[in-house]
């Protein structure tokens, strides 16, 4: 799977010409019988996008210029043997991207001047997703999970093998260093931990570290510009050496202790959560925490007027919003005024709900996407500002 990012998320937001098309729906991977059941849903979509589209006065050649690209997807059998658990679709006249998502998502179609990114926001913000760095003597993976899913990642410019370093099984080469089992459970079929002095033990160290500072390097590059946590899997002698090359700001502190290899996603997801849900359990009562501190003063607000031109102008600096509520309206850059659009998606119009939490993100402010329940005061968004 593609990783998407923060980028992505700004070119959805910036620079696009409406009418955009936003198209959500679940996916299932390589059951034949599911296949084709995503693809005639997919096809009943992009036909309701048209009759939308067409709906706004938009000649048959133009909504169709705009949902060709999506097109190919219908007949490519490759592409649905490797689906995810949400396709996601965004076209408009001069921008066409799909990805395919660990997500959990109901079926949505929109079509206005912007394209709707809320759903997605889910990967990158601070309520659940976080990556798992599985490092073994034969391989390394990157897995993007949230919550209730997970998924591997495609790694790009990531030196990956360390076999070319470790030339001989762990229990020979430490065994004259020390050798003990972890404190920690294993994950996989052992662990270990060495001790001691010895030229070769130091020159393999410097060889691991040098490796390490390599995969460090191609982790940023894929990172750059997240705050997702990032868990380390890996057998415990090596967590220390990783720490010490580490740049990536977000690593958390507690790691998975074991061998991952032949460790299913599944099992590492799993193992992920349980060192990441207490750290996002903190922010989230922190964020709370903050926002009952500061409400009824000008540092926070549940008024959506107030909030979509603060996160507009970067002014938001935390950020609650129901994931499956809508508001739509219009905002006004120039003079920062907010109107509703009662009659929902109408020419102009866009989920303001949605424009706030993706201006919240690209402009470096927290997100948290949680069910209509959690937001204070029982408002269908909540901020607290930067000043």
Sequence with gaps: MALLTRTDIKSLVENVEGPC??????????????????????RNLLRDARDRLLALGLKSREADLILQP?????????????????????????SYRHYRLPLSVN?????????????????????????VLAISQKDLRLLLCTRYTACEIDLEDVPKAVVHLMEYDERERYKFVGYHPAAAP?????????????????????????????VDRGINKMLAGERTPLVLAAVDYLHPIYREANTYPHLLEQGIQGNPEGV?????????WAVAE?????KYREAVSRYEK?????????????????????????????????????????????????DGQQP????????????????????????????????????????
């Design 264 to 272: 299913s996603c599944g099992e590492l997801h799993r193992l992920g």
């Design 348 to 387: 102009g119009a866009a989920d303001l709900l949605d424009f706030a939490a993706a201006h919240t993100l690209i402009n470096d402010g927290d997100v948290y996407v949680v069910k209509p329940e959690d937001v204070p005061e029982n408002k269908v968004m909540a901020a607290v500002f930067r000043y």
């Design 21 to 42: 098309v936003s198209i959500y729906m679940p996916a299932h991977p390589v059951a034949e019988i599911e296949k084709k059941q995503d693809q005639i849903r997919l």
């Design 186 to 214: 294993a994950v996989g079929r052992w662990a270990a931990a060495f001790h001691g002095q010895t030229m070769g033990m130091e020159h393999t160290k410097k060889e691991v570290l040098e490796h390490f500072q390599r």
């Design 70 to 94: 999506a097109g190919p997807l219908l007949t490519d059998d490759d592409f649905w043997r490797h689906q995810r658990e949400c396709l996601a679709i965004f076209a408009s006249r001069n």
């Design 107 to 131: 079926e949505l179609l929109t079509v206005s001047d912007r394209f709707h990114v809320r759903p997605l926001l889910t990967l990158l913000t601070g309520d659940g997703s976080f990556y």
């Design 294 to 342: 500061t409400r009824g003063s000008a540092r926070a607000s549940g008024e959506i007027k107030d909030i979509v031109a603060a996160a507009y102008y970067g002014r938001v600096y935390s950020l609650f919003v129901a994931l499956s509520q809508q508001c739509w309206g219009a905002f006004n850059p120039d003079t920062g005024e907010v109107k509703f659009s009662p």
């Design 278 to 282: 207490p750290y996002f359990a903190r």
